[in-house]
């Protein structure tokens, strides 16, 4: 029994782990993801599936000072949050610089992050499924404009039967104030569990 309990401890800390995050730039040439199929893409990010139903996301960087990147500052706060549901779990994250081409004077800085494969939200196949996971949260809706302001982000905070949710919303707030919210239904994705659909914030900020 003994054992029993230090396994649960262990597997705690596991889940809880401090994943700090070491971003300082490694240089390469170029930063290649070859022949990976596509899983989407969008302004900043290209995502690849691999063989392991996960993804490898190259997000560019393109601030002068990639530690005041939003995607950046919020792949280092989901690494530290690891155990609420509402954040992608990551595997790694690691930052590369290219070499410059010719007759420019920086590299391309690009944050490579392996993660867990998720669902898009879109389509109509997903309206129940999304219909299910509102009713899920206690609230009463869930638009594009949802997390706009820190009025509307707040009232969903106390809406909410889920304490996790409210958590994520707090956690995030700093960075909503610094970046303002990229919540649309493109940047909320879905984790499909056994215990049914689970809102994950995949891309919250604008950048
Ligand atoms: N974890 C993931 N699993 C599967 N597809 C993903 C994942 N993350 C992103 N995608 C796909 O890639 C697209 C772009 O990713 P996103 O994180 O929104 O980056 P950005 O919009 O900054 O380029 C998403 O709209 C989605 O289609
Ligand atoms: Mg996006």
Do not use: C, W
Request: aromatic residues 8%; glycine residues 8%; charged residues 25%.
């Amino acid at each position: 029994m003994g054992q029993g309990i230090q396994l649960v401890v262990k597997l705690k800390e596991l889940l809880e782990a401090d994943t700090t995050l070491n971003l300082t730039p490694r240089n390469v040439k170029r930063v290649n993801t070859g022949k990976m199929k596509s899983a989407g893409g969008g302004l900043q990010a290209s995502v690849h599936k691999t063989k392991s139903n996960t993804v490898v996301k190259k997000a560019y960087i393109p601030n002068a000072n990639p530690e005041d990147d939003a995607y950046v500052k919020y792949v280092k706060l989901i690494s530290e949050h690891q155990g609420n549901p509402f954040f992608p779990r990551i595997y790694s994250a690691k930052m590369y610089q290219e070499d410059p081409v010719e007759g420019a004077e920086l590299g391309k800085v690009y944050l490579v992050v392996h993660m867990e494969r998720l669902q898009e939200l879109t389509g109509k196949k997903i309206t129940d499924t999304a219909q299910e996971l509102i009713r899920s949260l206690g609230i009463n809706g869930l638009t594009d404009n949802s997390f706009d302001n820190t009025a509307s982000r707040f009232s969903i905070a106390e809406e909410t039967t889920n304490p996790q949710l409210r958590d994520a919303i707090f956690l995030m707030e700093p960075l909503f104030r610094e970046f303002g919210s990229d919540l649309h239904v493109g940047n909320f994705m879905l984790r499909l569990t056994s215990t049914g659909p689970q809102l994950v914030f995949a891309d919250p900020f604008i950048n």
